[in-house]
């Protein structure tokens, strides 16, 4: 009886005009997961890198160098005066060391490399003159899955991309089946209104599943992103948020009639987001005075109630507020969309 | 109302990427008594073609899959605005096949057509419409007979000069009620008469044209269809306004 039903039949056309549009399918499921794989290769963490470090030519050069380079974190390299200058002016070397007494460090004490260098040249320098350490030391690195960059990515895509499919999904099928005139044709029916638009968010919420699916398990496949929190709670925000989004995808097409009208009106509402909304890097970059502003916006939500399940592990009952400015953005979206919906 | 309709829109392009079969099943969802989806294609020949996706169809088997989505309820009242325009004579026969069955059967149809052969062929009642207004309503018949004549005769001159004075002289002829001329200064354009009896007018035009000394170039003769009517209607609208 079920696969007679309008909505079942609504929701079932849905579906299969997207999963039999390559394109559309690589967009929503292959892309972000190519995107994960390219920002987590390029900020994985390696442990600190060695500092170079030049040596200025002169009495004592080799000898200093050779205790320098002896030093697992630097490497020390003999340079002529001239050449020595240029590679520090240019950034090739942190710091300068010219043999003597005293030793003299010649660096650029605003960048945090060379601070650092002075700071592991002065140790070795002064350990290889007998000065001993007082404290036992012992280092401990945090590197541990939760705080790296890609914990910190896996749940802003995540947002990003139910963004994006929310917004695509609806709006580019809206608008195309309103320029084929399938509308107007459904008009001719006695279709329910409501089935048509429902049939949207149900279609949502069965790739909703495999969006997330695909995304986290592969985060925690190749990167060991793992979630803290509860599945039910990350389930529960993830469907909050394709509704929402759902619904703005909804009140995009609302009045739109032609694919390129659509596409800028897409845009218009996704770019600002993908900056603002804390998805590649924290928002708390921005001035404090748009922080309030950037919190009003739905990704910005999203993504923190994301991070916080996933990365902190809290419950759902903790994310609240953001969640509640999810809600509003889909319900406020979805009720206009009704109201100024063109049908023909 | 919406449930004993049947509606196919000119405009209206189906989903590429679904299947006939499935087109049909989401069409037949809609309503509460309905076709099955086998039922549907066999009323539309589509049989074959049911795991076909739509942008693989031919035009014809597209708008027949369109009648089919609008049969698909069981409609007492089909609505089909153009059926057979742009498509093959095959097609159009086939597309005509599938609306006088459904007449057969007790359903009526409104119909929307440029081709006046097709309304001859299917319609009981046809209203000619010219900028929106009905200039006339009748069965083709009527329509047909309104015209005061029962054939036409059609001609082109050879040499196109002198078509003008011969327009004036047949006019004179036994049996002729209207003219169309060729349009002014256009040589070499048909001449139509329409005409009660063939028999007498036509010798009596060979004979004048004799006496004028000019050739015909052609020269045909036909039945008077509602082609002629609707012709003949909006030719006389256009020269009023």
Redesign the interface.
Known sequence: MIREHPLYQLALSRMREFYREPEAVFWVFGFPIVLAFALGLAFRNTGPGKLQIGVARGPGDSALAATLDASPRLVATVLDTATARLRLRTGRIALLAIPGDPVIYRYDSTRTESGLARLAVDDVVQRARGRKDQVAVRDERAAAPGSRYIDFLIPGLLGMNLLGSGIWGVGFSVVQARQRKLLKRYMATPMRKSHYLLSFILSRLVFLIVEVVALVGFGWLLFGVAVRGSFASLAGITVLGSFSFAGLGLLVASRAKTIEGVSGLMNLVMLPMWILSGTFFSYSRFPDAMIPFVKALPLTALNDALRAVMIDGASVTTVGAPLAVVVAWGAVSFVIALQIFRWR | M??R?G?Q?Q?????D??RVG?VL????????QAHGVDEVLALVELEEKRKA?VVTLSGGQKQRLAVA?ALV?KPDLLFLDEPTTGLDPQSRRQLWDIIRRFRAAGGTVLLTTHYMEEAERLCDRVAIMDHGKVIALGTPRELIASLGAEHVIEFTLADGAASEVVTDAVRGLNGVTAVRPAPAGGAGGAISLTVKELHRTLPALLTLLQQRQVELASLTTHHATLDDVFVALTGRQLRDT
């Open positions: 919406r449930e309709l509606i829109l405009e209206t392009q189906l989903a990427k679904l499935e099943a989401l069409f037949r969802s809609f309503y509460r996706r989505c309820s």
